[in-house]
């Protein structure tokens, strides 16, 4: 059983930057597959970004290529999102999740979740 605590929100105005941490505890952290979800208020959960079982492979949603990035200390069993030029659609509650077998963009595909962490940005 792993559980995930996402810590590192907040907010940021417009064209601003937030690093968001989610720690990992209860498993061996190099044995999931990560990924960043985010569900801003009245929309689904959408899928933001993942990271490989190593961290020498991501992918990252359209919507935030090349202004995000996701890193992981599997020595500090912790993911990062880093997250530059803020736009006021980044507002929303982002949630780390781990996937033993999977490697995707699927909520389904990722057994154990964080319980979110809320970023807003203001314009």
């Known amino acids: 059983q792993v559980q995930l605590v996402e810590s590192g929100g907040g907010l940021v105005q417009v064209g601003g930057s937030l690093r968001i941490s989610c720690a990992a505890s209860?498993?061996?952290?190099?044995?999931?597959?990560m990924g960043w979800f985010r569900q801003a208020p009245g929309k689904e959960r959408e899928f933001v970004t993942r990271?490989?079982?190593?961290?020498?492979?991501?992918y990252y949603a359209d919507s935030v290529k090349g202004r995000f990035t996701i890193s992981r200390d599997n020595g500090e069993n912790t993911v990062y999102l880093q997250m530059n030029s803020l736009k006021p659609e980044d507002t929303a509650v982002y949630y780390c999740?781990?996937?033993?077998?999977?490697?995707?963009?699927?909520?389904?595909?990722?057994?154990?979740w964080g319980q979110g962490t809320q970023v807003t940005v203001s314009s």
């Open positions: 999740a781990a996937s033993r077998r999977y490697y995707g963009d699927y909520a389904n595909q990722y057994n154990y």
């Open positions: 209860g498993g061996t952290f190099s044995s999931y597959a």
């Open positions: 990271i490989s079982w190593s961290g020498g492979s991501a």
